[in-house]
């Protein structure tokens, strides 16, 4: 018996793969990411349809690096061609949790990390408290007002902010926020989610709308239980991500947080770090809700309940991980700075930390505008409202849903034709057109036709000619309906009476009288 083929792979270059925002996302089982020859080679996918990369040290346009899943491997050579690239690594689990994430660091400053450490029972630290979370209720209260429309809640959320300026404690700064949040994501319970009519009878009923941000599973925003929420935890932890790629990247401790509590297991000062960007994240997930339509196959429930996402849906979202990047490297810098300078005595020319992020101070000192922080967005699929499928255009529904709504229409149509053609009002029309017709007919004088305009000629030489004249003009010119010319121009021979009319608009006329 001979041996089985093995699973077909193709090679590829890593430039097809990646794309404008230059996020590479790895997912399936059996992951490998490798050195060969100077490459670096990257395997993926899942049964017969996986993918082979091979990317080189120079015009890879590589950003960022996504494994999704825990199965595979990558080596440590490969983890030193990433680091030798800027490249960082982020590996995040099925349900959104971040598991490790490597890129770029700071060498670390001890003066910088002692002030962080200090910051959490010191004024400093409740002044970068009261600031992220000014931010965040800010950027709610505009996803509240401008894009959810509820004035009453906005005012909510503007009241507790205003309340944030006298916050002279960190447990009052959290109180505050609590309440805002309330409120917050009280307007969100009953927002509508979409999808196509076709995957309507598979679809929970819990699945239809957004609902609360905790999860009955485990009584927190973890594990959540439908689409919305889950696709609102995955981009979370790729905010938390990169929030502690930007701490890291400064000399931060990203497990050392001020507004969060320590815990086990936690990047508390990512966490700090995020809080002033997940409006932007919410307004993303309002937008992709709100405007587009969510596929069946894109999640999967779990025996407890859980909502996961597939992996064509994951990848897409990764794509979104350079613009939370950008969004919160100012921020990151912000508050490195307020640590750094917080600290006792230090000497003048060592009050401005780097913005290695940003590039800040190098491009004010040069006299440049500081670059716009928004990134390449993902790439947006328009799905038709009926069966899912992807469509172009301004249309809602693909071509063939649009056919067989109007195949089922048409019985109907035909009915209200019928009736409306046998109404009094369209008979008395239909005689009156035919009255006209008879009396055209009976006062027209054959002798007054050219004599070689023969019924042969008409066929030979006219007839042809019509077939690429427009309906409506030949209408016009006879003083025939729609219908009537639509039959001329498909090979029905007129009353001879229009055939020197014809003749004319088919430029035949012109020709045989000169």
Not at 79 to 94: K, S
Not at 135 to 144: A, D, M, N, P, S
Not at 313 to 326: A, D, H, Q, V
Not at 497 to 511: D, P, T
Request: with cysteine; charged share 25%; net charge positive.
């Amino acid at each position: 018996m001979a041996a089985s083929p093995n699973v077909p792979q193709s090679l590829y270059s890593g430039k097809s793969h990646i794309g404008k925002s230059g996020v590479l996302t790895l997912y399936g089982f059996g992951i490998r990411v490798r050195m060969q020859s100077g490459h670096l080679e990257i395997e993926d996918g899942i049964g017969p349809d996986r993918r082979k990369i091979r990317l080189a040290r120079v015009g890879h346009g590589l950003k960022r690096l996504v494994l999704i899943g825990s199965d595979g491997f990558i080596t440590l050579e490969a983890l030193h061609w990433l680091a030798a690239q800027d490249v960082p690594f982020v590996m995040v689990a099925r349900d959104g949790k971040v598991q490790c994430v490597t890129g770029p660091v700071c060498p670390s400053d001890a003066r910088l990390r002692r002030a962080q450490a200090l910051a959490g029972k010191s004024p400093v630290g409740v002044q970068i408290a009261r600031e992220l979370i000014d931010q965040k209720l800010l950027g709610q209260e505009q996803v509240v007002r401008n894009k959810l429309l509820a004035e009453d809640i906005a005012n909510i959320i503007a009241q507790c902010r205003e309340e944030l300026t006298s916050a002279d404690t960190l447990e009052r700064i959290r109180l505050l926020e609590s309440r805002a949040a309330a409120a917050y994501w009280s307007i969100w319970r009953n927002l509508p989610i979409n999808f196509p009519k076709k995957d309507a009878p598979r679809v929970p009923d819990h699945w239809r709308i957004f609902g609360t941000r905790f999860s009955p599973i485990t009584g927190s925003p973890r594990l959540a239980v439908n689409p919305a929420n889950a696709v609102l935890n995955f981009l979370y932890g790729l905010l938390c991500a990169e929030s502690r790629l930007a701490a890291v990247a400064l000399g931060l401790d990203p497990g050392l947080g001020i507004l969060h509590f320590d815990t086990e297991a936690r990047d508390s000062l990512a966490c700090d770090l995020m809080e002033t960007v997940r409006p932007q994240v919410d307004s993303f997930l309002l937008d992709l809700v709100t405007h587009d339509l969510l596929k069946r196959e894109w999640f999967a429930e779990r025996p407890d309940g859980n909502c996961r996402l597939a992996s064509v849906l994951r990848c897409r979202l990764s794509e979104t991980g350079l613009i939370w990047g950008r969004a919160v490297a100012p921020v990151a810098e912000w508050v490195a700075q307020t640590l750094w300078s917080s600290r006792g005595k230090h000497s003048t020319t060592d009050l401005i930390r780097p913005t290695r992020l940003t590039q800040h101070w190098k491009r004010q000192a040069q006299g440049g505008v500081v670059p716009s922080q928004n990134g390449h967005s993902p790439r947006r699929e328009k799905l038709c409202f009926e069966c899912g499928a992807t469509i172009q255009g301004k249309s809602t529904v693909c071509l063939t849903c649009r056919n067989e709504a109007a195949a089922k229409r048409m019985p109907d149509v035909a009915r209200i034709g019928r009736i409306a053609g046998h109404s009094p009002e369209a008979r008395a029309k239909e005689g009156q057109a035919q009255r006209q017709q008879a009396k055209a007919r009976s006062e027209w004088n054959p002798a007054s036709q050219p004599a070689w305009l023969t019924e042969q000629f008409y066929s030979e030489k006219i007839r042809p000619m019509l077939a690429q004249i427009p309906t409506l003009v030949i209408a016009k010119r006879i003083g025939v309906s729609a219908m009537h010319a639509a039959r001329i121009r498909g090979g029905y021979c007129p009353h001879p009476r229009h055939w020197k009319a014809l003749a004319q608009v088919a430029g035949v006329g012109e020709m045989r009288d000169s």
